[in-house]
């Protein structure tokens, strides 16, 4: 079954950019969304499509997607960004989420 | 205001059964994908099952396959969640979202969440 890898915490300091990778075969080939996660709160989308973002999504969330690697960016990153952020890509017969990020703003 | 909100949540015995239901208000169901996830006590999100817009296709976790099925009913603007055999590992908060489109590629607005727990 296919699989989607993201590192369990990132951390990064207010202002700065943060990074978040999502790694799966050939991943490039396939469409990559994001989900921001906050405690006791239900997903939100972020990304999708790879580089999309949804409407009233702040300009400071991007995202790429080539080769096996997704990638989220959080440029001049907020203490409000706080969250676990899950990557997901559908496969062709099941959608996929990675094991989520804690993304630490401190 | 656009919202989906999930219900027939509860506390079930191992092998029982449990169908949860997803009404929309503010928006139209009928033109997108409908997903449900859930997400265990402490755990990341598991993806469930999709249904298409049109409820010809639909699609299972492995984890779920033969036991749970989703479909929807677009003239109530309702997806629903016909969950058989549950275990203890279904125990989780079971949301339902919404496609960004007809495809699967992702899912742009979210329930509340439904609490399942499976327990004797």
């Known amino acids: 079954s296919y699989e989607l890898t993201q590192p369990p915490s990132v951390s990064v300091s207010p202002g700065q950019t943060a990074t978040i990778t999502c790694s799966g075969e050939t991943l490039g080939d396939k469409y990559a969304s994001w989900y921001q996660q906050k405690p006791g709160q239900s997903p939100v989308m972020v990304i999708y499509?790879?580089?999309k973002r949804p409407s009233g999504m702040p300009e400071r969330f991007s995202g790429s997607n080539s080769g096996n690697t997704a990638t989220l960016t959080i440029s001049g990153t907020q203490s409000l960004d706080e969250a676990e952020y899950y990557c997901q890509a559908w496969d062709g017969s099941s959608v996929v989420f990675g094991g989520g990020t804690k993304l630490t703003v401190l | 205001q656009v919202q989906l909100v999930e219900s027939g949540g509860g506390v079930v015995q191992p092998g029982r059964s449990l169908r949860l239901s997803c009404a929309a208000s503010?928006?139209?169901?009928?033109?997108?994908?409908m997903h449900w996830v859930r997400q265990a006590p402490g755990k990341g999100l598991e993806w469930v099952a999709v249904?298409?817009?049109?409820?010809?296709?639909?699609y299972e976790a492995d984890s779920v396959k033969g036991r749970f099925t989703i479909s929807r009913d677009n003239s109530k603007n309702t997806l629903f969640l016909q969950m058989n055999s549950l275990r203890p590992e279904d125990a989780a908060v079971y949301y339902c979202?919404?496609?960004?489109?007809?495809?699967?590629?992702?899912?742009?607005?979210w329930g509340q969440g439904t609490t399942v727990t499976v327990a004797s």
């Open positions: 249904v298409s817009y049109d409820g010809g296709h639909k």
């Open positions: 499509k790879d580089t």
């Open positions: 503010g928006l139209s169901l009928s033109s997108y994908a």
């Open positions: 979202a919404r496609g960004v489109d007809r495809n699967f590629y992702g899912m742009d607005v």
